[in-house]
């Protein structure tokens, strides 16, 4: 075992600080990551705080990792040292069950690993994130990262990205798709920036006119106001996909009235009780309320090939670990466009 820095929390009252954790040596099919960059997920606070129920303590967030490979074990092929990679929300996964042989590991039959706050049959303790100066991950679970993008930026896609692009990938939406995407923050930026580079004709709906002038930067064709009566029945019956990222409880029947006959609005954001559903908005018109997680492991290496062929990153902040308390309180105040990254050479230092 190695024991490296990490900045963690002992509580869901105590604020993150710098802590020390072990991390095992390789194994013949692991890979040595040095941590460059590491996002600030909404679900790290969640899980810090215990907001979830399930959180066990010291917890090392982070689940958006960009770095460079120091060591590999004997038995790598496809990773080799000074390698740009990346580490998502899982490390594990039982690789047998039907769920794994899909390629569908976030849906592991046997419970996929977080990448923190998991299951470490290593240690038989927890996983520890990406708030660390390095990790240790095995070969399957380690991406590949475009090199001609902008490092810094490519962490959020771990997460909000892959979130975003597996929506839209499993629902096929194609070039000249009419496609909504409700509520602009650290996803639905990114829903935006993935739909508008499909070609479809992308629409920001949101609560905020304040907010259309960034998403027609980031790529929206155009800004629907859902407070608006009007504009919302003029466009009644017109999507053929909507992408709900609203990450809290709200009222789901006036977008259902969007959809077009046969159409479908995925949930990716609210993780609690939804307001109740009219069961008559989704009977006409045999539309579709759906979710979706994060993708599997070949479903985000062809997320990053897609960013790196349509050079798309995610619009970030960058702060340095000892900030991280701070840029907790904004995230929950959405005071942050779109998503704060880690420069991890703060921790190297400190």
Request: glycine share 10%.
């Amino acid at each position: 075992m190695t024991t490296i820095k990490a900045y963690g929390t002992e509580s869901p009252t105590a604020d993150l600080e710098l802590i020390q954790i072990e991390r095992r040596n390789i194994l013949e099919n692991d890979v040595k990551i040095d941590i460059l960059y590491c996002g600030v997920c909404h679900s790290d606070i969640h899980s810090a705080r215990n907001d979830w129920g399930n959180a066990k303590y010291p917890l090392v967030p982070g689940h958006e990792i960009v770095g460079r490979v120091l060591e590999v074990g004997t038995g790598v092929s496809k990773f080799k040292e000074g390698d740009l990679v990346g580490v998502g929300c899982l490390v594990d996964s039982c690789q047998t069950c039907s769920a794994c042989e899909d390629d569908l590991e976030q849906f592991c039959e046997k419970g996929m690993v977080g990448t923190y706050n998991g299951p470490n049959k290593h240690t038989g303790k927890q996983t520890f994130g990406g708030y660390s100066t390095s990790i240790v991950v095995r070969e399957e679970f380690v991406l590949l990262v475009p090199e001609n993008l902008d490092i810094k930026a490519v962490a959020p896609l771990l997460c909000a990205g892959i979130t975003t692009f597996s929506s839209l990938n499993h629902w096929n939406i194609k070039k000249g798709d009419k496609v909504g995407v409700i509520g602009l923050g650290g996803l639905g930026h990114m829903g935006i920036k993935f739909a508008h580079a499909i070609g479809a004709e992308t629409i920001m709906i949101t609560t905020s006119p304040d907010k259309a002038k960034d998403a027609k930067r980031l790529g929206a064709d155009a800004v629907l106001i859902s407070k608006d009566e009007d504009e919302m029945a003029k466009h009644k019956g017109s999507f053929d996909f909507l992408l709900n990222t609203v990450p809290v409880k709200h009222d789901m029947n006036p977008y259902i009235q969007l959809l077009k006959r046969d159409s479908t609005m995925v949930m990716v954001g609210a993780i609690e009780p939804l307001e109740p559903m009219h069961g008559g908005s989704i009977i006409m018109g045999r539309k579709r309320v759906a979710g979706s997680l994060i993708g599997g492991i070949k479903e985000t290496q062809e997320m990053l090939d897609f960013c790196g062929e349509h050079n798309i990153v995610s619009d970030v902040e960058m702060i340095d670990i000892q900030e991280i308390n701070n840029a907790f309180d904004r995230v929950t105040k959405n005071d942050v466009k779109y998503r704060f990254v880690i420069d991890m050479k703060s921790l190297k230092t400190s």
